[in-house]
């Protein structure tokens, strides 16, 4: 079953629907390694520094899983829209199935975004001297680990979106609730001194990445938010009638 599953991925990433947004996606990321790039050139940072902190900034930063979200939704709500979930239940997979698969595609897209994140630093060092080696010499695994499970989480959030509410203008209403909640949550912690504002449900999702570790309180929100993400996903593939 995996096999198959892979194998309608492969298809998928293969078309030029696919590509087209990927493309520019890689652009985004191409121009964050440059402006990281820069920014470290300018603290004379060199070489193997250089490319230390280029792979902590595209660890910690969570500006490229908006995009990473952005481009699911769109994914997600044309698949939706032209029938290709449909298709899957129609040939003979059960709901149940379908779950595992989206699942899977959204591994694959993780993957795949994780791959165009470290080609468009390899890119972007190269005119900084710095070469792909060293940037992997200078990953840290637990930070590639943390990252990783942060785009997991931001993708089941950009998955139950496209899923429950397929529409390519959807993207909308997520890009600004994810800028007021990030505004709203750093003027609250300013001004009330707690950190209680940032168990809010991308802010806790959010505190996934970074050398800190999750407080108990923070991790238990994390959990919760993520198995209620999961719960819902299920609900919306049993419930949702396919077109």
């Not at 096999?3 to 964050?32: D, F, M």
């Not at 959807?170 to 890009?175: D, G, H, N, S």
Request: hydrophobic share 55%; with cysteine; net charge positive.
């Amino acid at each position: 079953m995996l096999k198959r599953y892979l194998k309608y991925e492969y298809q998928l990433l293969a078309s030029w629907r696919t590509l087209i947004p990927l493309l520019v996606l890689g652009l985004i990321l191409l121009l964050s390694s440059f402006l990281s790039l820069w920014s470290g050139s300018n603290d004379h940072l060199r070489d193997y520094e250089l490319a230390k902190h280029l792979a902590n900034s595209s660890m910690s930063s969570t500006l490229p899983a908006l995009f990473f979200a952005m481009w699911l939704i769109q994914m997600v709500s044309h698949l939706c829209t032209t029938g290709y979930y449909s298709s899957l239940l129609y040939f003979g997979s059960s709901r149940a199935k379908l779950f595992i698969y989206c699942q899977v595609q959204l591994a694959a897209c993780l993957v795949l975004f994780l791959f165009i994140s470290f080609t468009a630093n390899a890119c972007a060092s190269l005119f900084f001297g710095v070469f792909p080696w060293q940037l992997l010499s200078e990953l840290n695994l637990n930070s590639l680990l943390s990252y990783s499970l942060f785009l997991y989480a931001i993708g089941n959030v950009a998955l139950l979106i496209g899923l429950f509410k397929p529409g390519h203008l959807i993207v909308l209403p997520f890009f600004f609730y994810w800028l007021m909640e990030s505004w709203l949550v750093s003027s609250l912690v300013r001004k009330f001194e707690s950190d209680y504002f940032r168990m809010a449900p991308l802010a806790s999702i959010k505190a996934i990445i970074g050398n800190a570790v999750l407080s108990p309180e923070m991790l238990v929100v994390v959990c919760f938010y993520l198995t209620t993400i999961l719960f819902l996903i299920q609900r919306t593939i049993f419930n949702k009638n396919f077109r």
